[in-house]
């Protein structure tokens, strides 16, 4: 949630090499759709997937009035911030984030209720939810549309202060850090704020304060709410995030209306890559107080109102274009790649899950991190020749923590083919204590996609990966 105070969204720390990575991949295929017009009426159904776009996530908030969300899809985020990471969300806002049903609920019409409370002492709860998936992108030269029906909290002027309803992502090297942002990426689909007919969307990057992306603020646009205000009724807010064109694009949407654009060359190529080149995960959530309101009058304050719901009727994710990195239809160009050259493991060219960062091995360059069961990393036209590859071999390292440990294993052609060769890691002495690790894999020739991919029996991240390369 963006911060235009110039309050840190996270405290100030040296950015770790290591995160914690939980993603929870699950596999739906619902309906989704396009922006829908606004509208006062109580619930509408997800609309289908417009043409060219397949739908890979959704959630219409149906069930009985009082129950909670469905913890297939979602987590709950409760406390004042993530376990380690810094106080009060970062943010400074003052609620207590709870999975209670008095605060996070269905209404039994199809829309999903966060509801800020405050008992007679004064102090204030509230509710904030994520999606267990965290792998959410576009593939290369595709586009990813994450999309809500929402009517923010209808409460204004001196009862709405200090209210902050968002609908948004972050990065998914976030969990289990939280100390790397505004690296690893945010964007603010819609934040509204004091009960203002305004919606606000923002892309935070870089370093904090200051930095190429203008943080605290990021970059940011905002614009009105037309034919009801953003309070009295439900609006559609989207992002479309699009790597199909020359410069990659990041636009946000209120009722099918693009009003604000981030692009690719608005920030250096290393920037954009850390912001970008992984998953993100969806969060809802009602804050209370913080860095945002504080920059429009503050509050809560004794003449603010509890009670007033933020509710969400739908939200869907899509997907168009690019194909699917794991289908096997697609080798890739022949002779891309040579299997018995050093393969860096940075140069991927589709992914879930993972990080670059620098690396403290010989020759410098990038390793790739946060690698944890179920990530996996694909590098396209792999030639392997007409004499038999039958050894692999990859430099990695490993601070995982005691009996955290997985296997590096090698697919050809896709993710969910039986794996040709393997061997497990375990804690090396360290995140970037490199040891060079051989395996032996069945004969292969010709030209593959190959896939690295990671299985463990814990969630913790167990390796980095600097390269590896084949052998005869």
């Known amino acids: 949630m963006?911060?235009?105070?110039?309050?840190?969204?996270?405290?100030r720390r040296p950015r770790p090499v290591r995160r914690a990575l939980l993603a929870v991949v699950s596999t739906l295929a619902l309906a989704a759709g396009a922006a829908t017009a606004a509208s006062t009426s109580a619930s509408a159904s997800v609309p289908p997937p417009p043409s060219g776009w397949t739908q890979v996530f959704a959630d219409d908030f149906n069930g009985p009035a009082g129950s909670g969300v469905d913890t297939a899809d979602w987590r709950y985020a409760t406390g004042k911030g993530y376990p380690g990471g810094p106080a009060n969300w970062g943010t400074g806002e003052i609620e207590t984030m709870t999975s209670s049903t008095d605060n996070v609920s269905l209404d039994g019409a199809g829309n999903l209720r966060i509801t800020p409370r405050r008992d007679g002492a004064g102090n204030w709860t509230s509710g904030r939810i994520e999606t267990n998936r965290a792998d959410f992108q576009p593939a290369a030269g595709g586009k990813l549309?994450?999309?809500?029906?929402?009517?923010v909290p209808n409460v204004t002027g001196a009862a709405a202060k200090g209210y902050w309803p968002a609908f948004w992502m972050l990065g998914a090297p976030y969990r289990g850090n939280y100390w790397n942002w505004p690296a690893v990426g945010e964007l603010d689909i819609m934040e509204n704020t004091q009960g203002m007919n305004t919606v606000f969307a923002t892309m935070h990057?870089?370093?904090?304060?200051?930095g190429p992306c203008n943080e605290t603020s990021g970059i940011g646009g905002s614009t009105t709410c037309q034919g009801t205000t953003c309070q009295a009724g439900f609006h559609t807010y989207r992002m479309e995030w699009d790597r199909s064109t020359s410069v990659e694009e990041i636009r946000f949407y209120l009722d099918g209306d693009n009003f604000h654009t981030v692009r690719e060359n608005q920030v250096d190529a290393t920037t954009w890559s850390n912001a970008t080149d992984h998953g993100f995960f969806v969060i809802l959530n009602v804050a209370m107080g913080g860095g945002f309101p504080d920059a429009f009058g503050g509050g809560p304050d004794a003449g603010t109102r509890p009670g007033h719901s933020m509710l969400v009727d739908y939200v869907q994710v899509l997907t168009s274009g690019g194909g699917d990195p794991g289908d096997p239809g697609?080798?890739?160009t022949p002779g891309d790649r040579d299997a018995y050259g050093t393969l860096q493991a940075e140069s991927y060219d589709a992914q879930s899950g993972v990080m670059k960062e620098p690396a403290s091995d010989a020759g410098g360059g990038q390793n790739v991190g946060a690698l944890a069961g179920g990530d996996w990393l694909q590098y396209k036209g792999v030639d392997f020749g007409s004499d038999p590859a039958r050894q692999f071999s990859a430099r990695v390292a490993s601070g995982a923590g005691s009996g955290v440990s997985g296997l590096v294993e090698v697919r050809l052609d896709s993710r969910n083919n039986a794996p040709i060769g393997s061997f497990a890691v375990g804690n090396t002495g360290g995140w970037q204590s490199w040891r060079t690790i051989p395996a032996n894999i069945s004969d292969v020739t010709g030209t593959h996609d190959v896939y690295l991919t990671f299985t463990s029996g814990q969630p913790a991240d167990f390796v980095n990966v600097n390269w590896f390369t084949f052998g005869h």
């Open 145 to 151: 549309r994450v999309e809500g029906r929402i009517q």
């Open 205 to 210: 990057c870089g370093t904090s304060p200051g």
């Open 2 to 11: 963006s911060d235009t105070s110039g309050v840190p969204r996270t405290l």
């Open 330 to 332: 697609d080798p890739g």
